[in-house]
Nanobody, 125 residues
Framework: QVDVMDSGGDSVQAGGSLTLSCAVS???????VAWFRQPVDKGREGVAA????????YYDDSVKGRFTISVDAVDNTVYLAMNSLKPEDTAIYYC???????????????????WGQGTQVTVSS
């Protein structure tokens, strides 16, 4: 059984920082992980993605230079460090994992089989 548990969402002021965590269990070997977000009344969008070992990193243009995805392979935990937060970053953030993906130039939701329950990030101006 695969479990993905994302956490760390909070309410912050614009310009602030926040780090989200994602604990993954039940996936063996290198796998792909990504963070997605879904603002109210909008679709889910890929924010950042990587592979737990030996892979590249993808960032959406809207977060490049501000967000950093990282992996602690020992603890099977994925982090999303978010700096210089903006009100438009407000959304529910989801962590996702998969043993195989089909798109390497972007984070595509349909590529990921295992999802966390989501954690709310609210950025106020």
């Amino acid at each position: 059984q695969v479990d993905v548990m994302d956490s760390g969402g909070d309410s912050v002021q614009a310009g602030g920082s926040l780090t989200l965590s994602c604990a993954v269990s039940g996936l063996a070997g290198p796998y792909y992980v990504a963070w997605f977000r879904q603002p109210v009344d909008k679709g889910r969008e890929g924010v950042a993605a990587t592979k737990t070992s030996g892979g590249g990193v993808y960032y959406d243009d809207s977060v490049k230079g501000r967000f950093t995805i990282s992996v602690d392979a020992v603890d099977n935990t994925v982090y999303l460090a978010m700096n210089s937060l903006k009100p438009e970053d407000t959304a529910i953030y989801y962590c996702a994992g998969s043993l195989k993906i089909y798109h390497y130039d972007r984070a595509t939701a349909t590529d990921y089989d295992y999802w966390g329950q989501g954690t709310q990030v609210t950025v106020s101006s």
